[in-house]
């Protein structure tokens, strides 16, 4: 008789605790609201895409419909191979500047790689930055790209001679992933 | 203390409100770079000149340039002479050879005169008068073989590299000497000359240079070798750094002779195309100081560029380009001079490049080492 009294008490603080917890919810209403604009910084097509690579490959470079992806397929020999005008990064905003970044998130893997950078510069021809293709990372803000501004893209890969062969490729293919960034502001960096 | 605490409160509502206008916006667009690596379409070969280590995929080369000793006779002023000369004193009777050989190149050659230089010469004394038998170089492609009782020859040929000179003077019969010139050890010119029957011959010497004034020249002269009217071999290579041969020289100005640490124009390096694309190809060279005079440069079977140009440091650091057809060669060449007081080896640091031709989309760049010593 006591042990069921007992019982009864329990479930009876159970049924309290759960009342004064669980029954207050308060909504307040939020709205996001998008408008979408054009997009300012847009890649175009440099001088030298579409040129004429070794043994007659073609120098790739292949923009998405909106302007705001970019993929560069290049075919590079042993020792060093500069590619130069490739794309460019247009800012098509006649009011307002940018400041851009390029991070690397997949660099080239192959070990006979020596060297490979991507190189920004400006319509008068002075270097805005060196990007590292073989690390991960973010370079600082650059720029600002002022509006209505140019940037040209080279690439410089160098390829190791060490156990090669006149007759063969070095290596088969490798890959790099990168991103552009860009921001009107420089105060924090992307995450 | 209120008034600062506001003032506080107001800086926080600033900042707050500049990071919300300028934050926050960060754009992001993909970007993929593909290589797909091919062959070499240009790979290097040896010239067989100079002892050359060439890399796995044929891209890269390091090239050991023995540093040979050569006479060099300069003359810098034109108001100097400079003639390098040995006396022979040999009678050149019926049935008797007298031939004179070496290796000669000239270089920066100024003459606005027209007076000529003399790559070489004998000097032959008839019936007591002198007359010259000569090679002489007046600029360009050709050399001008003079002699007595005939009209000049001009015979054509590349003179942008070094070559093996030789006069021949015999008397086959008692009324006559002939006259023959060879150049790189073919006959490239020959005539009789009538003489007095019983006229004295007398071979009296061998001669480089000029007497004449009024211009300006490098001339390389390297293993000499003479034979005289009985058959003996007379030789000097400058190895031992001293000039026994032309001992008889004379000079006045700046212009003179020393022996120096000389590699003639040679071949030290082959590009072959592998494709059948055209490509343009020149050589640029890494900066160098040392106490040498060089120069390198590239052809192809029509046409030369210009050259690199060392003078104690680089003057003109890279070559203009030359067309790499498909399937054909390219050939580069150096020339190099230092004191034999310079201490060896120099090494310099070049860069064969090429790239498609009519584009500028990929340019490639081979290392190549020369070590000169």
């Known amino acids: 008789m006591k042990a069921e009294r007992k019982l009864i ?113 400006d319509s008068s021809g002075t270097n805005i930055a060196v990007v590292d293709l073989l690390t991960t990372g973010t370079t600082s803000w650059l720029g600002p790209l002022s509006a209505g501004g140019k940037w040209f893209v080279d690439i410089n890969i160098t390829i190791s001679e060490s156990g090669g062969s006149p007759d063969s490729a070095p290596f088969t293919s490798d890959s790099a992933s990168l991103q552009l960034i860009y921001s009107p502001q420089r105060v924090e960096s992307a995450p | 203390m209120r008034y600062f605490f506001f003032s506080i409160i107001f800086l926080l509502n600033a900042f ?211 034979r005289s009217v009985t058959g003996v071999i007379t030789s000097e290579d400058f190895e031992d750094g001293v000039d026994d041969f032309f001992v008889n020289s004379y000079s006045s100005g700046n212009a003179g002779k020393v022996v120096v640490y000389y590699t003639f124009p040679k071949i030290f390096l082959l590009a072959r195309n592998n494709d059948t694309k055209t490509y343009a190809c020149k050589l640029i060279i890494s900066p160098l100081t040392a106490p040498v005079t060089a120069s390198f440069y590239v052809r192809n079977s029509t046409h030369t560029s210009t050259s690199i140009k060392i003078k104690n440091s680089v003057i003109v650091g890279e070559t203009s380009e030359v067309l790499l057809g498909g399937g054909s060669y390219t050939y580069m060449y150096l020339n190099i001079t230092a004191p034999l007081t310079t201490s060896l080896p120099i090494t310099f640091n070049l860069q064969f490049v090429y790239r498609v031709y009519d584009s500028d989309g990929v340019t490639v760049y081979y290392p190549i080492t020369v070590e000169f010593g």
């Open chain 1, 9 to 121: 008490a329990l479930l009876a603080v159970a049924a309290l605790v759960s009342i004064v917890n669980a029954s207050v919810f308060v909504y307040y209403p939020i709205t996001v609201e998008l408008q979408p604009t054009q997009p300012p910084i847009i890649f175009s097509k440099g001088k030298n895409a579409g040129g004429q690579d070794l043994y007659g490959n073609t120098i790739g470079v292949s923009i998405g419909d909106a302007n705001t992806s970019l993929t560069i397929t290049v075919h590079p020999t042993y020792q060093t191979n500069y590619y130069k005008n490739l794309t460019v990064i247009n800012n098509t905003d006649t009011a307002n500047s940018y400041y851009v970044a390029i991070r690397v998130n997949t660099p080239f893997s192959n070990s006979k790689i020596i060297s490979a950078k991507l190189l920004i510069f």
């Open chain 2, 16 to 226: 707050v409100l500049m990071i919300s206008l300028h934050a926050g916006i960060f754009t992001y667009y993909p970007v993929s770079v593909f290589l797909s690596p091919v062959a070499p379409p240009v790979t290097f070969a040896g010239s067989g000149t100079y002892p050359t280590i060439i890399g796995s995929a044929n891209t890269s080369a390091v090239v050991d340039v023995v540093a040979n000793k050569a006479l060099h006779v300069y003359d810098y002023d034109v108001g100097g002479r400079v003639v390098v000369l040995r006396t022979v004193t040999q009678s050149l009777t019926r049935g008797r050879i007298f031939s004179i050989q070496w290796v000669a190149f000239v270089t920066n050659y100024t003459d606005p005169s027209g007076v000529g230089v003399v790559l070489q010469e004998i000097q032959v004394n008839i019936g007591g008068s002198p007359y010259y038998v000569s090679i002489y170089y007046y600029g360009g492609n050709q050399v001008y073989f003079q002699g007595p009782g005939t009209p000049t020859y001009v015979y054509p040929v590349d003179m942008s590299v070094a070559r093996v000179l030789n006069i021949t003077v015999s008397r086959p019969a008692a009324n006559r000497l002939r006259i023959s010139y060879y150049v790189d050890n073919s006959l490239a010119y020959t005539y009789d000359y009538s003489i007095p029957r019983g006229a004295a011959v007398t071979i009296y010497s061998v001669e480089g240079g000029r007497y004449d004034t009024s211009n300006a020249y490098d001339l390389y002269v390297d293993d000499v070798r003479i």
